[in-house]
């Protein structure tokens, strides 16, 4: 005879190996490569030049405060173009894109950002000769963002 704490705990056991079951791998990093593949064209992408500073645990995924920065003079004949981060986890890998030309000063971008989980966060640098820089961070998050697909 099923009771009512048969169900309960039958449930509660479902809903558990519902919590546990491993996320589909590569889903999510298949848009990562595919969106920093648009970005470059297929150029090669350099370590260096490049500073992300971002926490190394996010308390909240919700709202985490990014900066990138990129060592450039910003003259007229070498400059940085655009500043882009991007996501391994997040339901769209590119998170932001900010244009700049050599009248914006300093090569250097401040926002908050939203993260799916912990993962390692990517800043690209693409130069006014056509070179692209990065750097990257891995980042614990402890409280998730974007779990709705958003």
């Not at 190394?56 to 940085?80: C, K, Q």
């Not at 998170?95 to 050599?102: D, E, K, Q, Y």
């Not at 390692?120 to 961070?137: L, T």
Request: aromatic share 4%.
């Amino acid at each position: 005879m099923t009771t009512r704490r048969h169900l309960l705990i039958g449930g509660g056991a479902g809903l558990v190996s519902l919590a546990i079951a491993p996320l589909p791998v590569g889903a999510t990093e298949v848009l990562f490569d595919e969106a920093l593949q648009s970005l470059t064209n297929g150029a090669e992408v350099k370590a260096g030049r490049v500073t992300l500073t971002i926490p190394g645990i996010a308390e909240n995924g919700l709202s985490v405060y990014t900066t990138v920065a990129v060592d450039s003079p910003m003259t007229e004949a070498d400059h940085v173009r655009a500043i882009h981060i991007l996501s391994p986890r997040n339901p769209i890998a590119l998170i932001s894109s900010f244009h700049l030309g050599p009248r914006a000063g300093r090569p250097k971008v401040s926002t908050s950002i939203r993260l799916a989980g912990s993962q390692v966060v990517a800043a690209v640098a693409e130069m006014s000769d056509g070179s692209f820089w990065k750097d990257s961070k891995k980042v614990i998050v402890t409280i998730a963002a974007c779990i709705d697909g958003g």
